[in-house]
């Protein structure tokens, strides 16, 4: 049986950041950085063609509020978890990404601001994978998706 493939998503208007991983290795690697350009309708559909090309299992970073609840842009990503797991037919699990872009900023200290920013929004998605996966190997949960 092959490893369950993995992708962390950390969703932002302008940009996705993708970051993967599998279940045999769990080594976290960012990915790809996913612009928005066009209309919404053609990106999600490009989009949807890049992560399911990649993965059996979705994880998307919900930002969450200081408090832990639901504020406007967690909505946002939920209807775009929604939409993403439509087109792809895959399971789409959400983990608290409060910590994820903030977390790597460091690591991209004396990096020119456009690099930066598109650098960070893939380191994101490692730390929103890298933190769900860990949860699950907590759990014993790790490895018992099926792939598609």
């Known amino acids: 049986m092959r490893p369950i493939r993995y992708i962390g998503v950390d969703y ?13 290795t769990l080594f976290i690697a960012p990915f790809r950085v996913f612009t928005f350009e066009d209309e919404y309708e053609d990106d999600m559909e490009h989009l949807s063609i890049i992560i399911k090309g ?3 299992v ?16 967690a ?22 990404e409060r910590m994820s872009t903030r977390a790597n ?9 456009e690099e930066r920013k598109k650098l960070i929004d893939a380191l994101a998605a490692a730390g929103i994978l890298q933190t769900w996966l860990q949860k699950m190997k907590a759990r014993s949960d790790l490895g018992k998706q099926k792939p598609t």
Do not use: N, Y
Not at 12 to 24: I, M, N, P, Q, T
């Open 12 to 24: 932002g208007e302008k940009r996705v950041g993708l970051a993967k991983a599998d279940s045999d």
């Open 54 to 56: 990649e993965a059996d």
């Open 75 to 96: 909505k946002k990503v939920r209807e775009f978890a929604e939409d993403l797991a439509h087109r792809t037919d895959l399971p789409v699990h959400f983990q608290d």
């Open 105 to 113: 900023a460091g690591l991209l200290q004396g990096m020119r601001t």
């Open 58 to 73: 979705i994880i998307v970073g919900l930002p969450l509020t200081r408090e832990g609840t639901e504020g406007p842009m």
